[in-house]
């Protein structure tokens, strides 16, 4: 009857263990996933500084930042001095070297400095 008692107590704990594992690893990669599109972001920033070229040109698709993590860069014009820029930043849990996944997506505006 003690084995019984202890079986029923120990399994809902050993679930509620499971959750918290797979809920603090979700935490964990949106999190990096949210410094690595800031990063990324400021990249482009400092890079818009020295050469404001045409539209797109930021743009890039798949690009891997490291640790199975994939990043989309979208570039629009709003204006000739204004741009819009998007990161989209995800892990790749098949490793097939596409973005499907979108952990965290990151929009700013950037414009012409002279």
Request: glycine share 8%; aromatic share 8%; with cysteine.
């Amino acid at each position: 009857m003690a084995s019984v008692l202890l079986v029923v107590g120990v399994v809902p704990i050993l679930k509620a263990l499971t959750k918290a594992h797979m809920f603090s690893t979700m935490v964990e990669r949106k999190t990096q996933g949210l410094v690595l599109a800031q990063g990324k972001l400021d990249e482009i920033k400092a890079r818009s500084i020295y050469g404001f070229g045409s539209a797109g040109e930021f743009s890039e698709t798949d690009l891997s930042l490291g640790n199975s993590y994939l990043c989309n860069v979208a570039d629009s014009e709003v204006s000739a001095d204004l741009r819009t820029i998007t990161v989209e930043v995800g892990y790749d849990d098949d490793g097939d070297g596409s973005l499907e996944d979108v952990d965290v997506i990151l929009t700013t505006y950037i414009s012409r400095r002279w």
